[in-house]
């Protein structure tokens, strides 16, 4: 017999999330401004968060309505790696948004715990720049919370990674949805 608790909580969650709709046409809204301003947008998470940055950097690059120019400072390895070791891994966001990133950028930080060092360091450089920022938090936020100018938050049980991770899924999938549908108007 299979136990649906899983889906109960995913379920859970969802129905409490009750900024999710608006929160993403926000983050939408962030990006069309951004993208108006010939900004880039960054996204950055670690583990689970990771792979979804990269996942929603894709799925903005494809978007077909309009050109978005979207880097997930995830992907590049050596990168990562040389900074994790010649700096330190709390650094490896922000030391390339620092060379990269710009005043009309936007900052997308995913994290379920919102208190990882490497996605506050970096909020806390976007601030500096004057760039904007959104974050996409679990757990209640974080800290992450206080250094983002924009976030959706997720009021999940703390280590509930799983349902946290999906019902973040959702949300960028929604966000690239309603960029989709604005750009065709």
Known sequence: MIDFQYVRRVQDYLAEASTFQEDAK???RLIQ???RQNGQIWVAGNGG???MSNHFATDLTLVKTISIRCHAL???SSSIT???NDFEFSKIFSIQLGRFGREEDLLVAISSSGNSKNIIQ???LANTIGMKSFSVLGFG???ARQKSNHSFVLNSRKGDYGPTEDIHSMFLHA???VLEIDFQK
């Open 26 to 28: 926000t983050l939408a």
């Open 33 to 35: 401004n951004s993208v």
């Open 49 to 51: 968060s990771a792979s």
């Open 74 to 76: 995830t992907a590049n």
């Open 82 to 84: 040389a900074v994790g």
């Open 122 to 124: 970096a909020l806390e």
């Open 141 to 143: 936020g974080g800290e």
């Open 175 to 177: 966000t690239r949805e």
